[in-house]
């Protein structure tokens, strides 16, 4: 089996804009730039904080009731890895003034028809006193 070419700069870029876009989209609270972020699949998976979202029907009613994210929230140890050309992973930690804990935040995106879409998602909060 051969292994993907890692982290090629142009498709990191690529992605690293798609993350970046959707972390604007996240604090401005757009809904539906936020919902085209994702694939629009029945396969389509998002562990949030609160819910489970199976399918994009489910993720876009839990996006229309959403409370919008603290606009003071801050990433922290941004990482993002590139597989070939069109799968790549993003993992981020976050901080926000109302809560004392570190979210986390894990994203599988993967090109298709010449767009970065995220397939799977899982956001969770921890103590920090629990991070190694």
Request: net charge negative.
């Amino acid at each position: 089996m051969m292994t993907p070419a890692l982290n090629l700069p142009d498709v990191l870029a690529e992605v690293t804009a798609a993350f970046t876009d959707y972390e604007s989209a996240l604090l401005a609270h757009d809904v539906a730039a936020l919902n085209d972020f994702f694939w629009a699949s029945p396969a389509v998976l998002r562990y949030g904080i609160t819910e489970h979202s199976h399918g994009i029907e489910a993720l876009r009613q839990y996006r229309a009731q959403a409370s919008p994210v603290n606009p003071e929230r801050r990433l922290l140890r941004t990482q993002i890895e590139t597989f070939g050309e069109s799968c790549a992973v993003a993992n981020t930690e976050f901080t926000a003034p109302d809560s004392s804990l570190i979210g986390r935040q894990s994203q599988t995106w993967i090109k298709m028809d010449g767009r970065w879409l995220i397939v799977s998602a899982h956001v969770s909060m921890i103590d920090p006193a629990l991070i190694g």
